[in-house]
């Protein structure tokens, strides 16, 4: 059984930086991607950044030239590294991944992790 271990997060300082891990973990063939999605309350849940197993890289806008996202295909484990953070609300950064389970066709499944909350806040 696949899971998404979560770790990093926090409170930091507006301006500072904070480095969220996300590993997947179980019986897994493949990455097709890894990314995270930020919920603040009342807010729907939104892209942040997405990294695909061959390294190509989807940023949204707002956090464009202040996150970095990268992969370690080999420990199967994502990284955001989050510079220059604003004061924004608290938001839960969800990590998700496209996993592909085995070399057979259709088992690639979708996994979210329970979340780590972020707060930029002095």
């Known amino acids: 059984q696949v899971q998404l271990v979560e770790s990093g997060g926090g409170l930091a300082q507006p301006g500072g930086s904070l480095r969220l891990s996300c590993a997947a973990t179980?019986?897994?063939?493949?990455?097709?991607?890894m990314g995270w999605y930020r919920q603040a309350p009342g807010k729907v849940r939104e892209l942040v950044a997405r990294?695909?197993?061959?390294?190509?890289?989807t940023y949204a806008d707002t956090v464009k030239g202040r996150f970095t996202i990268s992969l370690d295909n080999v420990e199967k484990t994502v990284y955001l590294q989050m510079n220059s953070l604003r004061p924004e609300a608290p938001a839960v950064y969800y990590c998700?991944?496209?996993?592909?389970?085995?070399?057979?066709?259709?088992?690639?499944?979708?996994?979210w992790g329970s979340g780590s909350k972020v707060t930029a806040s002095s």
């Open positions: 998700n991944a496209g996993i592909k389970l085995s070399p057979k066709k259709g088992t690639g499944r979708n996994y």
């Open positions: 990294v695909t197993g061959g390294g190509s890289t």
């Open positions: 179980g019986t897994i063939f493949s990455i097709n991607f």
